[in-house]
């Protein structure tokens, strides 16, 4: 895994790459005509945690 951290400003970003190798045949064989799917769950868990963060950092600490 790969974090990256730069800021600008006041405002800050990080980036998170990961590389995934499936070992087991049966995944292999389940990851292309899955991947649509895969995909889109993918980006409604970031969506939901970029929610989660944003009312987080809203309410502020403690």
Known sequence: ??????????ESRA?????????KPFLRRLGLPCRP???LNHALMMR?????????LAVGPG
Request: aromatic letters at 6%; proline letters at 0%; charged letters at 25%.
């Open 1 to 10: 895994m790969t974090v990256r951290a730069a800021a600008r400003g006041e």
């Open 48 to 56: 939901g945690g970029q929610c989660g963060l944003r009312s987080l």
């Open 37 to 39: 799917f895969l995909v």
């Open 15 to 23: 980036l998170f790459e990961q590389e995934v190798e499936l070992c």
